[in-house]
């Protein structure tokens, strides 16, 4: 199994050094992007404890970088999330080179994948304190800390039934205290813990779950691409997290089985599903331990 790693040292170009709040309001400038604004640091996508609003970007950069705020949507001290889109987001993909052209020059990507494997290049600004929900991307990715600190919390694909998950995104928000009478699994859940200082990337691996604090106001780039041949994932994706076709295929088999192991009494049917469980495990769990 592929494990994250934290990268040190990279080259990434003088983004390190110039992407301050005020560089970035200057030259990013008045275009407008949509941003999640939320009035608690824990954000949560499965309940959508936050609104979507719209701001011109370097507004957003200046908010963002404050703790309290003269204007605001919700609250004087409400949170900030950029996740950048593409031009139409239903049918075009984040790509910060054409989204932000002028900020291009600044920013080298890490040279880990052939170019036709990129899928996208994300920008990510957060207020500080800012928590992200645990989810997992069906992409191998870079996260790039190109300013500020960020805290990430990781578990293996292994843990996933551990996780409560929606989708893709699991229901425990709060994993440094979590309510164990309402999640008592996930305590079985092994963490991986890092800490991401302006200049550190870190490699999150597909179907890796990432759990994402901003500890200070911070600006992030995710370069997404393709570890799998392209035919393989969902052409409608645009942000790299619809589970590749087949899984989704063989997802709408078994809810079809599942339907006509319904038309079965409890006690039959619960001895041809555990049956099932098994000739799923035989046949398809990996048999690497890792």
Request: proline content about 5%; aromatic content about 14%; hydrophobic content about 40%.
């Amino acid at each position: 199994m592929r494990k994250p790693l934290v990268l040190e040292g990279i080259d990434l170009g003088p983004c390190t050094s110039k992407w301050t709040a005020d560089y970035l309001s200057q030259v990013g400038g008045k275009k407008e992007v949509k941003i999640h604004v939320a009035a608690v640091a824990q954000m949560d996508f499965i309940s959508k404890n936050f609104v979507y609003r719209t701001l011109p970007f370097d507004q957003l950069v200046q908010r963002a970088a404050e703790e309290k705020h003269k204007e605001f949507f919700i609250s004087e001290d409400e949170k900030y999330y950029l996740r950048s889109l593409g031009e139409d987001p239903r049918k075009d993909v984040a790509d910060i080179r054409k989204q932000f052209p002028l900020l291009e020059g600044d920013i080298k990507f890490p040279e880990f994948f052939k170019e036709e494997q990129f899928f996208s290049s994300v920008f990510r600004i957060s207020s500080p304190g800012l928590q992200l929900w645990t989810h997992y991307d069906v992409m191998d990715n870079f996260l790039i800390q190109v300013t500020g600190k960020k805290r990430v919390v990781l578990f293996s694909p292994r843990d996933a039934q551990y996780l409560y998950l929606k989708g893709t995104k699991s229901e425990v928000l709060n994993i440094d205290n979590p309510d164990l009478a309402k999640y008592p699994l996930f305590s079985k859940a092994r963490r991986y813990e890092c800490s991401l200082e302006a200049g550190d990337v870190l490699f999150i691996p597909a179907l890796w779950f990432h759990n994402v604090i901003s500890e200070e106001f911070g600006v992030g780039v995710n370069i997404f691409w393709k570890h799998l041949p392209s035919e393989c994932y969902d052409k409608t994706d645009t942000y790299g997290n619809k589970d590749p076709k087949a899984a989704s295929r063989a997802a709408q088999i078994l809810d079809r089985a599942l339907k006509t192991l319904a038309e079965l009494p409890e006690e039959y049917r619960d001895f041809y599903a555990r049956r099932m469980v098994i000739h799923i495990q035989d046949k398809a769990y990996s048999k690497n331990s890792e």
